[in-house]
């Protein structure tokens, strides 16, 4: 007897398969979560360097001062914006942050940084603390504004 060739799966081998995919799954989508955690947190402290970096450039260009303050005036986790001083539309705004991530300017609580013309910022300076609240001892970011202005960043271990 001839026996014709079958084509295709059985029932065992499917579930089988199903079953490896599944603890694959759950080995990986854990470790997927801590790396949406860090690219978020690593693109906010890009957004701070970004506001610093344009801040003194566009003072330099326009030979003005300008500001890089919290939106509210009070929380750098709220929003900041870059505007020249003394005017009423801001160069640019960066959104309120969420999904527990939170901006603390370390070394003297300041809510504003006023680079001059010359590129220089009109304080002593100050580091902003970037973590995420949701994972206590976790590496964040530290980005220090030196009284050149300068921007430097370095890892931080969060409270």
Sequence with gaps: MKRIGTHGFTL??????????????????????????????????????????????EAIK?????????????????????EVSGATTPLR???????GITITAATNGSTTISYLASGLISTAGDTFQVCDSRRTGETGRAINVNATGRISTTTYACN
Excluded: C, H, Y
């Excluded at 603890?23 to 860090?38: E, H, K, L, M």
């Excluded at 326009?62 to 870059?82: E, I, L, P």
């Design 12 to 57: 065992i081998e499917l579930m089988v398969t199903v079953a490896v995919f599944a603890i694959f799954a759950a080995i990986a989508i854990p470790n997927f979560t801590s790396v949406i955690q860090d690219t978020r947190l690593q693109g906010v402290g890009v957004n701070l360097v970004t506001a610093f970096n344009l801040a003194r450039s």
């Design 62 to 82: 326009r030979g003005q001062t300008v500001d890089v303050k919290a939106t509210d005036g009070n929380s750098w986790t709220n929003g900041f914006t870059v």
């Design 93 to 99: 705004t960066f959104p309120g942050l969420t999904n």
